[in-house]
């Protein structure tokens, strides 16, 4: 598919280009290897609104455990807790014992980190692969929150790129029969871990 298309929908002309992931969960200054994909306007901006929420869940999970993460905090999320009172409550929530899953049954407030999950699934499909996924898949998006020496063992065998030092770190693989099938894990300041997997419809 050409790359003159958005990499998410694969209809409109590709006007701008998206970071994959978000800028935001990256402090100042940033990675010089950050990804960025072809995509429309509208598909680009239809995250745009929650970015900021995005920062602010990444950094209560990952909490000041590298310096890059302690750094974001400081910099960045700390300042938006204080002085946006929807997040904040949000992020007070989070806490709160039976407030921890979503339909997507990732640990989060609502359905807004799924949302970008999902577009980084898509994004970097498209990166590596140089396909849209479009309609063409289901995505799955889960957190792992125990490594078990069997899921090190089968992670092992996919692709490792990283982002910044360590800041962010993903590996992906395809299925040689079934390319639409994949399997995308996300680690975030070397502590929140993600799975995303894309299954054909």
């Known amino acids: 598919m050409s790359k003159k298309l958005c990499c998410f929908c694969g209809i409109r002309p590709a006007t701008t280009r998206d970071h994959?992931?978000?800028?935001?969960?990256?402090?100042?200054?940033?990675?010089?290897?950050?990804?960025?994909?072809?995509?429309?306007?509208?598909?680009?901006?239809?995250?745009?609104?929650?970015?900021e929420e995005f920062r602010v869940f990444v950094n209560l999970f990952v909490g000041k455990k590298s310096p890059e993460a302690e750094r974001l905090w400081r910099l960045?999320?700390?300042?938006?807790?204080?002085?946006?009172?929807?997040?904040l409550n949000k992020a007070i929530s989070a806490f709160q014992p039976g407030y921890v899953t979503s339909k997507h049954k990732i640990i989060l407030w609502d359905d807004s980190p799924h949302r970008?999950?999902?577009?980084?699934?898509?994004?970097?499909?498209?990166h590596h692969f140089n396909e849209v996924l479009a309609d063409r898949v289901d995505i799955i998006i889960d957190q792992i929150k125990e490594m078990t020496t069997a899921k090190v063992e089968c992670v092992k065998s996919l692709s490792c790129n990283y982002i910044g030092c360590g800041q962010f770190l993903y590996r992906y693989g395809r299925a040689n029969d079934d390319p639409l099938r994949s399997v995308w894990l996300f680690v975030f300041h070397r502590n929140l871990v993600v799975m995303g997997q894309t299954n054909p419809v």
């Open 116 to 126: 970008i999950f999902e577009k980084m699934v898509r994004g970097l499909y498209f």
């Open 20 to 51: 994959i992931p978000p800028k935001c969960v990256f402090p100042e200054p940033r990675p010089v290897d950050l990804i960025t994909v072809p995509a429309c306007e509208e598909c680009n901006k239809s995250t745009a609104s929650i970015d």
């Open 76 to 87: 960045r999320t700390l300042s938006t807790v204080k002085s946006n009172r929807r997040l």
